[in-house]
């Protein structure tokens, strides 16, 4: 089996397609209980007009389909940032075994920046958890986008110069 960091870096490159396509660099991979890589998405609400179109649901929704199951026993989620609370709703209702994060999400992070949602005992599945993954690598990403989007708003694309 490979390591998390590994699959990390499919979930990297995810985000890094979100980028090319304008859109806030948050990428995911589901990995089933073989080591196979069966679903992958990027964050595109904004491409597809779509509120739900986070990275988290988008490889869920390709895992469901290549295994034509929306119960994703024994899968692991990869994601370079701390799930929201639709998307951690999401998880669970899938019935992964695990979920693994980089960077912590201070806003709306519900495994634990805000909440965490996977620890509740009203919850009729328990998926595990794992934050900091390449934490690092994922939250330098995101800094430069929203870095060159400030720059951007700054010197005329929309904003004061």
Same mark, same amino acid.
């Given at each position: 089996m490979r390591s998390d960091e590994f699959y990390m870096h499919r979930a990297l490159d995810q985000a890094r397609l979100g980028l090319s396509a304008g859109e806030v660099p948050v990428g995911a991979v589901v990995v089933d209980a073989t080591g196979e890589l069966v679903g992958a998405g990027f964050n595109a609400p904004l491409g597809e007009h779509d509120p739900s179109a986070h990275a988290e649901i988008r490889a869920l929704r390709d895992a469901g389909r290549r295994l034509g199951n929306y119960r994703l026993d024994g899968c692991t989620l990869y994601?370079? *940032?701390?799930?929201?609370l639709m998307c951690a709703g999401a998880i669970i209702h899938a019935r992964l075994a695990r979920l693994v994060y980089g960077a912590a999400e201070p806003r709306s992070g519900m495994a634990e920046s805000k909440a965490n949602l996977f620890a509740q005992p009203w919850f009729h599945h328990r998926v595990s958890v794992e934050g900091g993954v390449l934490a690092a690598r994922a939250a330098r990403l995101l800094r430069e986008f929203f870095a060159a989007r400030r720059d951007d *708003?700054?010197?005329g694309a929309g904003g004061r110069d």
């Open positions: 994601v370079t *940032l701390e799930p929201c *708003l700054d010197h």
